[in-house]
């Protein structure tokens, strides 16, 4: 691969890094505010102890949010990765993009030397 392919290379792989890495905190935006809607969840029980004999339908309406909840943090978990997985393959794919370019630029001045 000649000097220009190899940079176009590169810089393709570094957008796509740089994209990989806005998903990845656009997923962990979304398991914060999953955390904050179980946390808020859980604290209405805290706050109500009596609330599985007095209202047992609010109760279990709580308890279904908070499975739900949990369900979505594993299929987020799981997407952040993913997601991981797709930056260390790009992060190892742009590494060795430049040692190409690096032999390249020696090679060309060894040339002219």
């Known amino acids: 691969m000649g000097l220009a392919a190899s940079q176009a290379r590169f810089l393709s792989l570094t957008a796509r890094k740089s994209d990989i890495e806005f998903k990845g905190q656009q997923v962990n935006q979304e398991r914060t505010q999953n955390a904050f809607l179980m946390g808020d969840l859980v604290q209405q029980l805290v706050n ?30 799981l997407d952040l990765k993913n997601v991981d997985t797709q930056h260390n393959e790009v992060q190892t794919e742009m590494d060795a993009v430049k040692k190409v370019i690096d032999k390249n630029v020696d090679m060309t001045f060894k040339t002219f030397a």
């Open 48 to 77: 109500d102890p009596g609330m599985e004999n007095t209202d047992p339908s609010k109760y279990g309406l709580i308890e279904n949010q908070i499975i739900l909840a949990q369900s979505i943090d594993r299929n987020l978990e």
